[in-house]
């Protein structure tokens, strides 16, 4: 009892005593590099720039946020891997070589990138998986509840079709890609909705998540089906969403079905308020990058506590289990709610949304 007393005593001074700077090594945990101050270099790897939440969001949020919790003084070791888990490795490696505090990775290919994640282990350096669950010995995960995402995204197409719901319905199902292991988990959540309900008639797993290639497997559903008998398109994500629209418009239909997607990108809200697409999945971008940033910097600051509180839940990866993990709530975006959501949460303007073209329907949402 005392015993216990007495390390949680030892442990909160700890904290108290790194959060002032002064310790300099608490030697609390034995993958973590020793505590620091605020002079940290957190290494970022993010995986691709086909989709604009990286660049536009998830960077400058985290970026932001080490800054403010450093005083200033902590640093961002950018590197995006353009879709390439060679490069990608190869960035890793050069954040390990360069000696960076922490890392915190997105991963192009969650498997291929374990060897990488365990030699970062064995230079001493902790490792965030972020969004994507890498696999490999990793120290803590940031994600959003990955399945239900994909559950959202049924159960909103289901909805879309209204009473013309009936198995007979034929839909195109657009996935991610197949290295990513949540692309598995949006659509086992889909699938999970819409199993029984309509007729998958085509699935693709689209390479990269490029809107290119889901345009051209989209005008081989529209070959394979015939554009006037697809009734919906599930897609995995905004980005591909574009990409279906432009394929559906190349083939002469000026009636789109309802089409799903996720990541609240400015042209897809610009879309579902024309009706070219039915949803989004709106996640909080400062959420994720931000808790991300505070996991990263209490890891490397020894703050165990904090790190602990920030990371509640346990997830599995496919080589280890237990992993302590933050799992953040996501919500389905319809033009119903677009202030509530990106407008609310600063992550556009009502003037980013609308412009000359979209004045009209913005104000027939009452946008404005
Ligand atoms: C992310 C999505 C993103 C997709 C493509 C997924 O891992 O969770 O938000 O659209 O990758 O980059």
New binding site residues.
């Given amino acids: 009892m005392r015993r216990i007393a007495i390390s949680v005593a030892a442990t909160s001074m700890s904290v108290m005593l790194a959060g002032c700077g002064v310790l300099n090594a608490t030697g609390s945990s034995d993958d973590a590099s020793p505590s620091k101050g605020n002079d940290v270099t957190v290494g970022l790897l993010l995986?691709?720039k086909a989709?604009t939440?990286y660049e536009q969001f998830d960077y400058p949020i985290f970026k932001k946020k080490v800054e403010s919790l450093t005083d200033d003084r902590g640093k961002v070791q950018y590197a995006n891997a353009e879709a390439s888990a060679d490069k990608q490795a190869s960035q890793l490696q050069q954040m390990i070589d360069d000696k960076v505090d922490v890392i915190v990775l997105d991963a192009v290919d969650a498997h291929a990138i374990a060897d990488g994640v365990q030699k970062a282990k064995d230079a001493g350096i902790p490792v965030i998986a972020y969004?994507?669950l890498a696999e490999g010995p990793i120290d803590a995960y940031i994600s959003f509840d990955?399945e239900l995402v994909g559950e959202v995204q049924g159960r909103s197409l289901l909805e879309s079709l209204g009473d013309e719901l009936s198995i007979t319905k034929k839909i195109v199902m657009m996935n991610?890609s197949s290295t990513?292991p949540?692309?598995k988990q949006f659509k086992a959540g889909a699938l999970s909705e819409l199993k029984g309900k309509v007729t998958i008639a085509k699935s693709y797993d689209t390479k990269d998540?490029k809107p290119e290639n889901a345009e051209a497997n989209m005008a081989g559903a529209i070959q394979a089906i015939g554009a006037d008998d697809i009734a919906a398109v599930y897609s995995a994500?905004d980005?591909m969403a574009g990409g279906i629209v432009e394929a559906l418009q190349a083939a002469g239909v000026t009636e789109l079905p309802p089409i799903t997607g996720?990541?609240a990108e400015l042209a897809a809200v610009q879309r579902i308020l024309v009706g070219q697409q039915y949803m989004s999945v709106y996640?909080s971008y400062p959420q994720e990058a931000e808790s991300a940033a505070e996991m990263a910097v209490a890891k490397v600051q020894g703050r165990d506590i904090q790190f602990d509180a920030l990371t509640r839940e346990r997830v599995d990866s496919p080589t280890h289990q237990d992993i302590p993990a933050q799992l953040v709530p996501v919500v389905a975006l319809t033009k119903d709610n677009i202030e509530d959501t990106v407008v609310a949460d600063d992550i556009y303007t009502v003037e980013d949304i609308c412009t000359a073209k979209y004045k009209a329907a913005c104000s027939a949402a009452g946008l404005k």
């Fill in positions: 995986p691709e989709n939440r969004d994507r990955n991610g990513d949540n692309a998540w994500n980005g996720q990541d996640k």
